[in-house]
């Protein structure tokens, strides 16, 4: 959740010259499954598209002005950009041009601020989209 917290933060300041966007994938920790002592929520493991729209409907809740979408249950957003299940990207003009680390441990919000403060000096024109996988 502090990561989240911390998201939150980068997307309210950054809202001017990006769009952010979370993809809520497979869960990591599900109740039912790998559970994680500090789970904030209790969600166990989709087995339906409808599960996972819901499970994505909490994050939506947590975080206003940040659209949230989920993953198909084949995991094609999870496997076509190597989330494993956290993982920070920069899409502009339909192209990849930041990566971040996967995540947990590749998993850092001060990189990619740098890379926004960095964009933001360099003066280019919004329509940065952020993409959370």
Same mark, same amino acid.
């Given at each position: #959740? ?11 300041? !950054? ?13 990591? /920790?599900?109740? %039912? +499954? =790998? ?10 493991? /989709? ?11 909490? #994050? %939506?809740?947590? $975080?206003? +002005? ?11 957003? $999870? ?6 299940? @956290? ?5 502009? $003009?339909?192209?990849?041009? !930041?990566? +971040? *680390?996967? *995540?947990? @441990? *590749? ?6 601020? #740098? =890379?926004?403060?960095?964009?933001? $000096?360099?003066? /280019? ?9």
């Amino acid at each position: #959740m502090a990561r989240l917290k911390s998201f939150q933060r980068l997307a309210a300041q !950054y809202a001017d010259i990006a769009d952010f966007l979370l993809v809520y994938i497979e869960e990591a /920790h599900p109740s %039912d +499954g =790998w559970i994680s002592t500090d789970a904030p929520y209790d969600i166990p493991k /989709h087995r339906s598209l409808q599960d996972r729209l819901k499970a994505a409907s909490l #994050m %939506d809740r947590e $975080n206003p +002005g940040c659209l949230v979408v989920a993953d198909t249950m084949d995991n094609s957003s $999870n496997a076509s950009y190597g989330a494993y299940f @956290e993982r920070l990207y920069v899409v502009q $003009n339909q192209k990849v041009v !930041y990566q +971040g *680390g996967r *995540g947990p @441990e *590749g998993y850092k919000i001060s990189e990619l601020r #740098m =890379w926004l403060e960095q964009y933001t $000096n360099q003066s /280019h024109s919004p329509g940065t989209v952020l993409v959370e996988v």
